[in-house]
């Protein structure tokens, strides 16, 4: 399914950045990885939440970034920045409590938001080798409220049974997560795929439907999942972008690089 | 109160350059300069004097960020062999080490791909033939932290990331019952590196090297190294260190050899000084996806030239270098390649 097929005047990447960029509160902390979610912040920083702290893994604290970057660690990280500091800085101010939301994305996901990035298929013999954490072990495990953002939801991305689990999200279900040894009182907050926005159920901690997209049907989201999503008994319309939020992305984005055509 | 510590879980990981830390102590105690020496040397007499076939290595810089990259075409042109690499966002350099088929080893916090840029080709092949093998998997936070342990000279750190997932399955870390908290808690091993390479922006002829930008790693990680390469867009006069002694992020007294490398970082980006080679970091992600591409690309760029002066007029000398300081000078546009890229 693709957004071209419902012949909106916004794409895809849009409508993914706008649900992502409003779910960040004003005076709060986010992690960021370039593209997608780097784009959302800074629609955020445009609109309702100006003092939102923009943090990099490489270092870059509270840039005013100037163009796209490409990396987490190239110079528009720490362009303007409050400091151009360390992994070690950023990294323990992590685990110290002080961010609140960090966004990942995945190759595939189960029912209670692990990530796998590492292997498809066996870890001794891969069918294919993916990079591996990088930061998001790190920041599945410290950071109060992740946020995931996967454009290609379908059941191999939504899986019962992940061949490596590579970053924390309920692990096995509530409590787990300060059971093995993880931070407590924080872990996956909503998940955004191509169809629609979801939570994870208090008791359980298995996804959650919240919203759905324009033009999505239930039986969408759930044929796009191999394990059972909770669906709840009435279900929103994820609010499109608005014709403000679309002129903003433009100018984030001119070469339309992130958000598409 | 149990008398001692309870283990509670250990990854199965290979464990990579841990050491004693009274053995790496006296290591240090009698290999490490603490006099002002001048360590000025050729990139080509720094590896050969300080890369050896099997060494445990670790590269400044991230991803495309400041990345030594003449010391690594210059491991590729002396063909050492067998080395374990530090894949702690190891991006170019370790592709490049790989695909000339250097490596044999990768402890993996993030390696085999290139960001935004997509996977690498020449990675991806070289694990999933087994040609080179993932010994651990690791964070990027908790790989630091092993330097950060071997920087301190003690032998782990206690940390609160890896554990729940296979990821710690498959690390080296270890978890045990804090004693205070009761709590459990992860510790990740000590690395000491057998060699670190760095580049930056001014440095003086004993080692004392600054950086401007982020850091990334590179304070602890080159702490942590029992060797250190450092080399630098110019040498500078020590009384320019002097002046300014905040920004020195690397001491001498932990540099082994200093090498002066104009566009030393190239293709990789070097803050405020010249951009990303978009072009060129496409050429090697095309040529790559073949065994033959990849040998095309190293005739071309290592083989075929005496050094990494002579690299640097094959990649469009003097005209590529001025765009790519103008791009990050935010005085022409990177736009273009970018685009480019998008549309394939």
Redesign the interface.
Known sequence: MTTEMRATDYTLAELLICVASRLLEDNRAVFVG??LPMVAAMLAQRTHAPNILII?????VGPQV??LP??????P??YRAVA?????DV?SA??AGYIDYAFLGAAAMDAYG?LNT?VIGD?E??????????????LG??CWRTLYVMRNQSRRTFVKRLD?????GW?GGAG??EQ????AGCGPYRVITQLGVYGFDEETKRLTLLSLHPGVTVAEVQENSEFEILIPPAIPTTAPPTAEERRILQEIDP?R?VIGR | MARYVEL?AEGQGELLGWRDPDENRAWVRDNKPRGLLDKRMSVREAVERFVHDGDYLAVG?????RVPMALIYEIVRQRRRGLAIA?K?AVHDIDILIGAGCVSKVE??????H???G?SPA??RA??S?QVK?VA??????Y??RF?AGMMGIPFIP?????????FE?SSAK?IRDPWSG????LVPAAYPDVALFHVPRCDRFGNAQM?????????LARAARRVIVTTEEIVDEEVIRQDPRQTVIPFYVVDAVCEVPFGAHPT?M??RY??DEEHIQEWLSLSRSEAGTQEYFAKYVYGVPDFAAYLERIGGRRTLERLQQV?R?RAP??AS??SR?RK
């Open positions: 370039t593209g990099f893994e490489a270092g870059g100037p163009v490409v990396s987490v660690g190239d110079s990280t720490f151009a500091s360390s992994m070690h990294m992590a685990q692990n590492t870890w013999q891969p069918k294919v080798r993916l990079p591996g954490s990088g930061g998001a072990n790190d495990s410290f490596f689990v590579t970053t924390p692990l787990q997560r093995a040894g993880l931070p070469d690089m | 509670l810089g991230f991803g495309h960020i894949g966002t993996c916090a993030y390696a085999f791909g960001e935004l840029r996977l990675g991806r694990v999933e087994g993932v998997e690791i964070s990027n936070g908790g630091q932290w950060l940390v609160r990331n890896l554990v729940g997932t296979d990821t498959k978890q709590k459990p808690v992860t401007d930008g982020i850091l990334v790693e590179d304070f602890e980006l803050p405020y951009s990303f990050e935010l990177a736009g970018r685009r998008r």
